[in-house]
């Protein structure tokens, strides 16, 4: 069962975007987030589930700090992210990682896998000390850890099909040694049996490493298969949360029933 203890708290979040002056006037201020509020407790997955425009992405680039909240505070681990120093941070960073979306677009196509995975451990040596050799087998072990293995070190990402590249974009998520896995619509860039497979790979991973998983997606059923609770946020407030069984067995409101509604049957994940 996971913990109770907060890994990741979001209170009272605001983000505003001033308005633009132009030739025409002034265009209104967009409020991307209002009064946001969401606790992630460590071992758990927790679904934040919209449609495009509702604030999801603000809210990601906040929690990594790319953005800074008009109003509210975001602690991790307790600590209150906006107060800490530029080397406090950077230390931060390496227990807080990101998988993208698209996993063509997210690796650079003239770095080997071998310098795309050990990217992070060169960028984080101060914390984790690892020297070259060491690297090395780091990602050699976590290639191996997603499904490829070490033969696959020396190539390039042109050489992968989309759910080997999200493998390898895992890895490289892996190689500072987060607490806590960000995961951008991970899946929906890939076929339906290669969602299967890489969702089949996150629960694993969590159960080996103990990873807090902060999954973002409009995907209703990948959200009902992976997490354990969720959140629905419309224009940029949260208007329902609850474990995934209440949401999607019992939607209060009617944006809620709104989307379960319109949502597909739920395929089935397991192998």
Known sequence: MPDTTPMLEIENVSKIYPGRRGMFGSSAAVHALTDVSLAVKRGESFGLVGESGSGKTTMTRSILQLETPS?????FM?????????????RLRAKIQIVFQDPYASLNPRMSVHDIVTEPMLIHVETLGLNARQRTDRAAELLSLVGLGPQYLRRYPHEFSGG??????????????????????PTSALDVSVQAQVLNLLFELQDKLGLTYFFISHDLAVVRYLCDRV???Y????VEQGSSDEIFDN???DYARMLIGAMPEVRVYAE
């Open 235 to 238: 224009h940029g407030k949260i």
């Open 231 to 233: 959140a629905l946020i």
């Open 164 to 185: 080997q590249r999200q493998r390898i974009c895992i890895a490289r998520a892996l190689a500072s040694g987060p607490e806590l896995l960000l995961l951008d619509e």
């Open 71 to 75: 109003a509210g505070v975001i602690r």
């Open 251 to 253: 939607p209060k409101g």
């Open 78 to 90: 307790g600590k209150d992210m906006a107060q800490l120093s530029a080397v406090e941070m950077r």
